[in-house]
């Protein structure tokens, strides 16, 4: 299972990924809004996880963006 990680504090990102590595998951962190709006595009994720508030774009956002398929 591949999971995003949306999260701009670094500690917890590493904190959350290496707990879920261990578990055998696939793990790929974006660290603000436009990062997770472009990793999002590729469709390649089973889960996300999205921290609520990320620098650079509204967390909101990109999950609206993400449920209508349209670019912010």
């Known amino acids: 299972m ?5 999260e701009d504090d670094e ?3 590493e904190t959350v990924s290496a707990a879920l590595r261990r578990r055998s998951y696939t793990v790929d962190w974006a660290q603000d809004g436009r990062a ?3 990793a999002l ?3 390649v994720y089973d889960l996300v996880l999205l921290d609520l508030n990320l620098p650079r774009c509204d967390s909101l956002d990109v999950l609206a963006h993400y449920q209508t398929g ?3």
């Open 41 to 43: 595009g590729n469709g």
């Open 36 to 38: 997770a709006e472009l």
């Open 2 to 6: 591949r999971l995003l990680l949306i």
């Open 70 to 72: 349209t670019s912010p």
């Open 11 to 13: 500690m917890i990102a």
